[in-house]
C-alpha cells in the first residue's frame, strides 16, 4: 500500500506543481521581470492558475509607479485559467500603477471559467483605472484597491465583477461606469465594505443586478447611484450626493442610512458624523 501511495505522489505532484507557478516583477531585479506585462505574458504560457507578485524597487519604503499598459487576456490564445496579480503583503510601500499611452491601467479579458484577480494597488492616472470585459462563467475580484484620480474608476463591460475593500474616489467621471449587452446571462456582480466618494459624475452608474452591501457613498456631483435594473442595497451610508438613488426599477434598499429617505426596513436618515471629508 505504502508503495502505491508513493508511485502515485511520484507521478501526480510534478503535474500539480507545473499547474501553479509565482512570477515576481522588480525592476531593480535581473533574476525578476522587468514589467507586469511581461510576467503576465509567462503565465498565460501556461495551464493552471498562477500568481503575479509586483515587488517595490524602492525596497517598501517610498511609492513606486509602474507606468505600462497591463493587459490580462484570459479569453485569446492561452492556456492560462486563472492569474492573481498582487502587491508583495510584506512590503508596506504603495505601489502605483498608471497607463503609459493614456488609456486603461490595467484591461482585463475574460474567458470562460477563468478568474482574474487584482489586489493590493493605487490605480491612477489612466482614462480607466480598470477597464473589463467579461465572459461566460467568468470571474473578475478587485480587493484591496485605491482607485482615483483616473477619467473612469471601472469601466465595466458584461464582467462577474465582485469588489470587496476598496476605495474609488476622485476620478473625474464616475467612479464605476456599466455598460454592456442586457441579454447576457448569469452575470452576478457585488460590492463590499469599499467607499465611493468624490466623483465627478455618479458614484456608481449601474446596468444590472447588483449587491451592495457596507459602503459608503457620499459626495458624487451627479448622484450616489444610478441603475436601471434591480439593486440590493444593504446596510450603506449613502449621503451628500445630488441625488441619492436613481433606479428605474425595483430597489430593495435596507438597514441604511440615507439622506432623505426614511422607508424601508431598518433604514434611518441620521448625519454619520464622519471625522474628515474622505471618510
Same mark, same amino acid.
Given at each position: 500500500?505504502k ?15 507545473c ?8 525592476p531593480?531585479n535581473?533574476?525578476?521581470?522587468n514589467?507586469?506585462q ?49 502587491k508583495n ?14 488609456s486603461?491601467?490595467?484591461e /482585463?479579458?475574460?474567458?470562460k471559467?477563468?478568474?482574474t ?19 461566460d462563467?467568468?470571474?473578475l475580484?478587485?480587493s ?14 458584461n464582467?462577474?465583477l465582485q ?13 464605476i ?7 447576457i446571462?448569469n ?6 465594505h469599499?467607499?465611493?466618494?468624490s466623483?465627478?459624475?455618479y458614484?456608481?452608474?449601474?446596468d444590472k443586478i ?42 430593495? /434598499? ?10 424601508g426596513e431598518?433604514?434611518?436618515d ?10
Amino acid at each position: 500500500m505504502k508503495t502505491l501511495i508513493l508511485f502515485i505522489f511520484i507521478i501526480v505532484f510534478p503535474f500539480l506543481t507545473c499547474l501553479a507557478e509565482t512570477y515576481y516583477v522588480d525592476p531593480s531585479n535581473t533574476n525578476n521581470s522587468n514589467s507586469i506585462q511581461e510576467a503576465i505574458n509567462m503565465a498565460r504560457r501556461h495551464e493552471g492558475n498562477h500568481r503575479v507578485i509586483v515587488l517595490n524597487p524602492n525596497k517598501g519604503l517610498e511609492p513606486y509607479t509602474y507606468q505600462e499598459d497591463i493587459k490580462v487576456n484570459l479569453r485569446e490564445n492561452t492556456a492560462c485559467e486563472s492569474i492573481c496579480l498582487s502587491k508583495n503583503k510584506k512590503e508596506t510601500g504603495e505601489i502605483r500603477l498608471s497607463s503609459s499611452s493614456n488609456s486603461a491601467a490595467i484591461e /482585463v479579458l475574460s474567458g470562460k471559467d477563468t478568474e482574474t484577480v487584482i489586489e493590493g494597488f493605487t490605480i491612477c492616472g489612466s482614462v480607466y483605472g480598470i477597464k473589463a470585459k467579461g465572459g461566460d462563467r467568468e470571474k473578475l475580484k478587485i480587493s484591496d484597491c485605491e482607485i482615483r484620480n483616473n477619467l473612469f474608476g471601472i469601466l465595466d463591460i458584461n464582467s462577474n465583477l465582485q469588489i470587496r475593500n476598496c476605495n474609488i474616489s476622485r476620478n473625474y467621471d464616475c467612479g464605476i461606469m456599466e455598460v454592456g449587452n442586457n441579454k447576457i446571462e448569469n452575470i452576478s456582480k457585488e460590492i463590499f465594505h469599499s467607499f465611493i466618494n468624490s466623483n465627478g459624475s455618479y458614484g456608481l452608474y449601474l446596468d444590472k443586478i447588483w449587491n451592495i452591501v457596507n459602503c459608503t457613498i457620499t459626495n458624487n456631483e451627479e448622484g450616489g447611484i444610478f441603475a436601471t435594473n434591480r439593486i440590493n442595497i444593504i446596510n450603506n451610508i449613502i449621503r451628500k450626493n445630488d441625488t441619492q438613488i436613481d433606479v428605474d426599477k425595483n430597489c430593495n /434598499v435596507i438597514y441604511s442610512d440615507i439622506q432623505d429617505r426614511r422607508t424601508g426596513e431598518g433604514n434611518i436618515d441620521e448625519d454619520p458624523l464622519f471625522v474628515d471629508s474622505w471618510s
